[in-house]
T-cell receptor, first 113, second 116 residues
Framework: DAGVIQSPRHEVTEMGQEVTLRCKPISGHNSLFWYRQTMMRGLELLIYFNNNVPIDDSGMPEDRFSAKMPNASFSTLKIQPSEPRDSAVYFCASSLSNTGELFFGEGSRLTVL | AQSVTQLGSHVSVSEGALVLLRCNYS??????LFWYVQYPNQGLQLLLK??????LVKGINGFEAEFKKSETSFHLTKPSAHMSDAAEYFCAVSEWGGSTLGRLYFGRGTQLTVWP
């Protein structure tokens, strides 16, 4: 079975550039989550969607971050402009129903120089 | 509001020894509780979960956890550690229903090292 698919797996970019991370959730799942993981702050929930609608974006660091979910099978997380402090591993996760059992992708490791 | 505290950011055990990873939570409603494991350069994988019913839950790879409401704890144990258990372990709590439907609150994680 296909799990949550994220791309790219690794991204190295320069400060000021736009970064777009992509996620394909598991088919049939109706909730999608974007997390950021760093050594300093651990796992942080950035935003989550339920039935393609953003439910809670209070974790989005600032206006440079935006996320969309145009349909049930695709989501993007965009950072514009990127900064070195955005360097982290970004995880997408999806779930079926609202029990909290999440299925994670393998993550996108972002390095901003 | 929900929160999770994992006591000990690093735990080291010898191969064959008991593994005990501690987790305490706070929740305003009956919680759903989870343990996830993360191997290097991978995403998190579900190890086990408690929703309702039996308070001792068994997961993959010989791990189990017991929900103790009176202690607001959900500690993870394994009788005999294996080298392949070396990973980072995350405890998480979810509330069923309410405005944060389905959201997971994660602890900071515990890095488990297994010595030969």
């Amino acid at each position: 079975d296909a799990g949550v698919i994220q791309s790219p797996r690794h991204e190295v970019t320069e400060m000021g550039q736009e970064v777009t991370l992509r996620c394909k959730p598991i088919s049939g799942h109706n909730s999608l989550f974007w997390y950021r993981q760093t050594m300093m702050r651990g796992l942080e929930l950035l935003i989550y969607f339920n039935n393609n609608v953003p439910i809670d974006d209070s974790g989005m660091p600032e206006d440079r971050f935006s996320a969309k979910m145009p349909n049930a099978s695709f989501s993007t997380l965009k950072i514009q402009p990127s900064e070195p402090r955005d360097s982290a591993v970004y995880f997408c996760a999806s779930s079926l129903s609202n029990t909290g059992e999440l299925f994670f992708g393998e993550g996108s490791r972002l390095t901003v120089l | 509001a929900q929160s999770v505290t994992q006591l000990g950011s690093h735990v080291s055990v010898s191969e064959g020894a008991l593994v005990l990873l501690r987790c305490n939570y706070s929740s305003s409603v009956p919680p759903y509780l989870f343990w996830y494991v993360q191997y290097p350069n991978q995403g998190l994988q579900l190890l086990l979960k408690y929703t309702t019913g039996a308070t001792l839950v068994k997961g993959i790879n010989g791990f189990e956890a017991e929900f103790k409401k009176s202690e607001t704890s959900f500690h993870l144990t394994k009788p005999s550690a294996h080298m392949s258990d070396a990973a980072e372990y995350f405890c998480a709590v979810s509330e069923w229903g309410g405005s944060t439907l389905g959201r997971l609150y994660f602890g900071r994680g515990t890095q488990l090292t297994v010595w030969p």
